[in-house]
């Protein structure tokens, strides 16, 4: 998939960007393997929420969306128990745009 992913452009022509995020330990539960995934982060103001699994692969997932998102906190969020729900942390948000909603 990462050549399929580096062969993409932008409107503009130009290559995304690619950061590659570590795989968590696998979790499995009745034969199935949980969502154990860094990819599962919020963008908030001016943080980065990642969930973290109390796994070696936690501070290695920082440090590449860190590198991803210059200026911005990276803030881990334990998680572990939110892949037995079947998501992780940006699975259980709803992001609404500014203004959306009525104050």
């Not at 580096?6 to 979790?27: C, E, H, I, N, S």
């Amino acid at each position: 998939m990462g050549n399929e992913l580096a062969a993409l452009r932008t409107k503009d022509g130009q290559p995304y960007r690619l950061f590659p995020l570590p795989w968590a330990q696998p979790v499995i539960d009745e034969g199935r393997r949980l969502a154990a995934s860094y990819a599962n982060y919020l963008i908030v103001n001016g943080a980065v929420l990642m969930p973290a699994y109390g796994d070696p692969a936690d501070d290695l997932a920082r440090d590449v969306l860190a590198k991803a998102h210059p200026g911005r906190e990276i803030v881990q969020v334990p998680c572990r128990s939110l892949i037995w729900q079947n998501g992780s942390l940006h699975c259980i948000t709803m992001q609404l745009p500014a203004g959306l909603l009525k104050a």
